[in-house]
């Protein structure tokens, strides 16, 4: 199956997923994690109805974003971002999703503060240490948050997370289910609102749907297989 076929199907199993839910459609929006794909392949994905994109790399976001300037589309970056890199970042991007450290905070609102300008952000939890290497720990997500919420620059949206793979999708449901709480909790303490849970990738996106997820990130479900 073609690119255009593949997004056409995602998007109807969120519609699906969404109404078994009781929620709308139109509250969840796919992204399509694009690492590792051409220009051309992004493209197909864009003429297909697809208007926002995730990139891990920063190096490799550097090359492709700017051939691909003429779309009107939206640029995540989801992949663990390096201090060294934000420079960058701040440049290329419309949100940082994968903020999980206390200096990484720091760095943004410096760099960002220069540029005159005022980026939205997710911060990135881990729910199985073991199992994911960046994220920031549970404990540490109030106080984290708080850095954020006092980082001028920088808008909180709400919470990113990548799930230990369990072939059985029902098995991630938990972990889903766990991020919505840790979100509602900082609503809560906070008294601010945070409407976005990223969350779902191509063999679970339709329970992350039914357990709220505001953004699915989407790749091989669009592209087909990676090669890493
Ligand atoms: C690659 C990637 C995805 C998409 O993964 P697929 O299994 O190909 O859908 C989602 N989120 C992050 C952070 C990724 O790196």
Not at 147 to 161: A, I, Q
Request: aromatic share 6%; net charge neutral; hydrophobic share 35%.
């Amino acid at each position: 199956m073609g690119i255009r076929e593949n997004v056409e199907k995602v998007l109807k199993q969120i519609e699906e997923a969404a109404l078994r839910a009781g929620r709308r459609p139109e509250e969840v929006k796919l992204l399509a994690a694009s690492k590792t794909r051409t220009p051309q392949e992004i493209k197909e994905a864009y003429e297909a109805g697809v208007k926002l994109f995730g990139e891990n790399r920063v190096q490799e976001a550097r090359e492709k974003i700017p051939q691909l300037a003429d779309l009107k589309a939206q640029w995540h970056m989801i992949g663990h971002l390096q201090t060294n890199k934000v420079k960058y970042a701040v440049k290329l991007f419309d949100c940082i999703e994968s903020v999980d450290r206390e200096g990484l905070v720091e760095e943004l609102q410096k760099r960002l503060s220069r540029e005159g300008k005022v980026m939205p952000v997710l911060i990135e939890v881990k729910l199985s240490p073991e199992e994911s290497k960046h994220g920031c720990l549970p404990q540490e997500l109030p106080r984290l948050t708080e850095k954020v919420l006092n980082s001028p620059n920088l808008k909180l949206k709400g919470l990113m997370t990548v799930p230990p793979y369990f072939e059985d999708p029902e098995k991630v449901r938990p972990y889903f289910a766990e991020l919505r709480r840790l979100r509602d909790e900082l609503q809560e303490k906070f008294k601010v609102e945070l409407p976005e849970l990223s969350m779902g990738m191509s063999h679970d996106f339709p329970v992350a749907v039914e357990e709220g997820a505001t953004i699915v990130r989407v790749g091989t479900a669009i592209f087909g297989p990676r090669n890493y």
